[in-house]
Every structure is written in structure tokens, then in C-alpha cells.
């Protein structure tokens, strides 16, 4: 027997089914937003990952040699990507863009509950502007994509410029390092890279201050003298403008992701219910086209993680009724007739292929859950009926063929 690769998963139709209805809700409210969607190839060149996607994730990535020696790699995300594509086809396009995406990612990580090798990322990208309501429309979108599956979560907003202000004097090796393990909220690691990175006392004791900031919009008051007037006033302006939304948020500033390319306001959403991999949606601000070679242009934006989202979300998808047809070998011809009449209706619609008799076809039909039986008999054909057995009740009635769509919708 051959098994799945490890951190892989199946899915079967009825968690299929609830992840459409899902991604159905994604779209529809993405849409509503203005953004459209895009999709890049599954694996792009490696160094579209390594320049700046920081060493946490370039660890994880599924890098490889196709025949022709090039270096290449699964996409861990799709940020890249879509700033890539950007550059190739959309430099000219009028701005700001926005797009949205859906697709499959590869990360090389331990895997448990919430985290695989190959997962899903719904995010979006607006690409093209540096203002507050720019941040601010893309943590709305956010908000209210998982808002809608009537989930529990707590919104969290920092800014990786405080943190950063700190560290002005730190080599960006150093930093970036300090910035990870304040990602990881590994504070006890922190404490000794950064006693062995030789940071100095007073810059040590503000980087545990900073990132233990966390509260009402009223914490931007305490991070005053840690950092230029700038970021705390952008932060500000943000407040305001989620403060006139209905949205629920706190400020915390020892967010820093995991990612290098964040230049500004960051956030993260943490579901309840998930233990460790409770985080389902990290974005930001950031810049990236530059380090491709195009423009410097500024853009903020998040990626859902699908898979942890649709773990906790309860909702069902909406079925079509399901009709079983059942035959005999005389009346297979009106039986196959009648079967793509009701499918044109919108009715899902089986019928035997294993040449099985009535009884056998009527209990199949129970067994797969169908919610009506035709029977579909010499007799009552010629006589332009045919029986219809609702298989909730179990009461069989005779219904006019001209009737039947009607009767069953
Ligand atoms: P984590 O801290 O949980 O590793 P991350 O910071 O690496 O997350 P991002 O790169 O911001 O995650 O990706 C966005 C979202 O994708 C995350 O919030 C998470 O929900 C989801 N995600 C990331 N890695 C995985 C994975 N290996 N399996 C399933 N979902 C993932
Ligand atoms: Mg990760």
C-alpha cells in the first residue's frame, strides 16, 4: 500500500464540500471589496523566497533541481508571487491594485494538528498605496472574511517600526534574529542571544518593554520615547479610523511575523480552540517589487490560513436535493430521460449502473441519504406517471411525469 507523503492530507467530499462553501464566502466578500482574484504557478524560483522571506521560512522550503540544474521551489507563500507577477504583467495598470488569491503552499515543518506540509492560504494584496486607509481596508476585509463564518477570534495590530527603531544600531543579522524570537515569543531565547550578540543593557531592556505592550489603543501612550513620534501617530490614525468601524481589535506591539519583508503596521488573528497553531491570519505592510526589480511601490496585506479556519468553522455547505432513479431494463431509455429533466432543475440525480433490483436500489438509495426514490415502472409509465418515494417518510405516491419537477423543488 502506498501512503500520502507525510504532512499531506485527503479530503473527502463531505470536508471538500465544506471548504467550498468556505472559499464561496471568501470570494464573495473579496469581491464585494473590489479585489479580484489572480493565480501564479505552484513552484517559481527559488530566489523569489529567499531574498527577503526571511530565514524562518527559507528553512522551510521545498527547494529542488529540475533537469535542467535550475533552482527552484514550492511556493511557502504567496506574497512573492503575487508582487512578482505584479512587476511581469500589472506596472502599468491603474492603481492601487487589488487582487485576492487561493491556493495551495509548501513549508517543510514538523507536522501536527493545524500544521501541514502542503496547506492553503486565502489572502489578499493592495498594492500601490502608503496610507492609513489603506491598512485600515485590508484589516476590515479581514475582519469580516472570518467574521462571516461565525468563529471566535482575537484581532491583534502592531508595527515592526518600533521594534525596529530599537534596534536601529543592531546589524540587520542581529535584528532580524531578535525579531524572530520575538515572533516565536520565545523570551527566554531571546535573552540569551541577545546577552551573546553583545546588545547592549538599556537597548535589551527596550526591546522586553516594546514587545510586551498589549492593550486598548491607550498602550500607544506608553510606547512613547521607544520610537519616533511617526509610527505611534500612523498607529493612531488607524485607531481612528477602525474606531468609527464596529470592529474589535487591541494593539500589541510585540508582534513582529515571521517574515523580513514587513515594513509597518502588522496584525495577526488568533482563533480560540486551535491550541498552538491558533494564528489564522497574519499580514502587514510591506515592501517587496523593489528587491525584483521593479519600483518601490508600497502594499499591505494578509493571508488566511484555510485550513486552520475551516478546522473550527461549523458550517455546512448547502446541499441540492438528491434524487435516486431506479430501473428496470425496460424502462431505461424514459428512466435516463426523466433523470437529465430533473438534473436541468437543479436536482443531483443517480441512477443504477450495477444492475440491481428494486429492493437492492432502494436500499442503496437510503444508505447514500437520498431524499426521494423514482421508480421508474413499465406500467405506470405507459400510463405517464411514475412512483415517487420520499425516503424521510417513506410514503410512495404516483406523480405525473409533467409533475415531477414541480413535486421535488
Ligand atoms: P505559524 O506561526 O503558525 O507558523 P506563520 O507566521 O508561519 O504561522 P504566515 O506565514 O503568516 O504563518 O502564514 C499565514 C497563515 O497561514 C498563518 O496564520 C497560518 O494560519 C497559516 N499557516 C502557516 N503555516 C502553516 C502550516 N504549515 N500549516 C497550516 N497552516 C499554516
Ligand atoms: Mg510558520
Known amino acids: 500500500m502506498i501512503e500520502r507523503p507525510r504532512g499531506t492530507r485527503d479530503f473527502l467530499p463531505d470536508e471538500m464540500e465544506k471548504r467550498r462553501a468556505i472559499e464561496v464566502r471568501f470570494r464573495e466578500i473579496a469581491e464585494s471589496y473590489g479585489y479580484r482574484e489572480i ?36 511556493r511557502p507563500e504567496l506574497t512573492a508571487p503575487a508582487m512578482r507577477l505584479f512587476i511581469n504583467e500589472c506596472s502599468v495598470m491603474p492603481r492601487p491594485l487589488r487582487f485576492y488569491y487561493f491556493g ?11 500544521r501541514y506540509r502542503e496547506f492553503w492560504q486565502f489572502g489578499v494584496e493592495l498594492i500601490g498605496s502608503e496610507r492609513v486607509e489603506a491598512d ?38 542581529k535584528s532580524s534574529k531578535i525579531m524572530r524570537l520575538i515572533d516565536k515569543k520565545d ?33 500607544l501612550n506608553e510606547a512613547e520615547g521607544f520610537t519616533g513620534r511617526e509610527n505611534l501617530q500612523y498607529l493612531n490614525g488607524l485607531c481612528d479610523i477602525l474606531d468609527s468601524t464596529e470592529i474589535e481589535y487591541t494593539i500589541n ?14 496584525f495577526e488573528i ?13 499580514g502587514g505592510r510591506y515592501r517587496l517589487a523593489h528587491l525584483f526589480g521593479g519600483e518601490d511601490v508600497p502594499s499591505t496585506g494578509f493571508a488566511i490560513g484555510f485550513d486552520r479556519v475551516s478546522e473550527i468553522c461549523k458550517i455546512s455547505a448547502e446541499r441540492r436535493k438528491l434524487v435516486v432513479i ?12 426523466i433523470a437529465e429533466k430533473l438534473r436541468s432543475a ?15 436500489q432502494l436500499s442503496h438509495a437510503s444508505d447514500i441519504g437520498a431524499d426521494y426514490a423514482i421508480i421508474v415502472g413499465k406500467k405506470e409509465i405507459n400510463e405517464g406517471a411514475v412512483g415517487v418515494k420520499d425516503l424521510h417518510t417513506g410514503i410512495q405516491k404516483s406523480v405525473a411525469i409533467n409533475e415531477l419537477t414541480e413535486y421535488l423543488t
Do not use: W
Open 326 to 337: 431506479v430501473n428496470f431494463p425496460d424502462t431505461l431509455k424514459e428512466s435516463l430521460e
Open 104 to 114: 495551495n503552499c509548501f513549508r517543510y515543518e514538523r507536522p501536527q494538528k493545524g
Open 270 to 282: 488568533y482563533a480560540e480552540g486551535l491550541g498552538a497553531q491558533k494564528q489564522i491570519c497574519g
Open 187 to 219: 523570551y527566554d531565547g531571546l535573552a540569551s542571544y541577545m546577552d551573546e550578540a553583545k546588545i547592549p543593557e538599556d537597548v535589551q531592556e527596550n526591546v522586553f518593554q516594546v514587545s510586551a505592550l498589549h492593550g486598548g489603543r491607550e498602550v
Open 136 to 173: 485600515a481596508e485590508v484589516i476590515i476585509l479581514a475582519y469580516r472574511m472570518l467574521k462571516s463564518l461565525n468563529i471566535n477570534f482575537d484581532l491583534q495590530i502592531g508595527h515592526v517600526g518600533i521594534l525596529r527603531s530599537i534596534l536601529e544600531n543592531v546589524d540587520e543579522e
Open 346 to 360: 437543479g436536482l443531483r440525480v443517480v441512477s443504477d449502473v450495477m444492475g440491481r433490483n428494486v429492493r437492492r
Open 39 to 74: 493565480a501564479t504557478p505552484t513552484f517559481e524560483h527559488l530566489e523569489l523566497f529567499t531574498i527577503k522571506s526571511g530565514e524562518s521560512i527559507v528553512e522551510e522550503i521545498y527547494a529542488f533541481k529540475d533537469k535542467s540544474g535550475r533552482d527552484l521551489a514550492l
Open 253 to 266: 506591539l510585540g508582534i513582529a511575523r515571521g517574515l523580513d519583508y514587513y515594513t509597518g503596521m502588522v
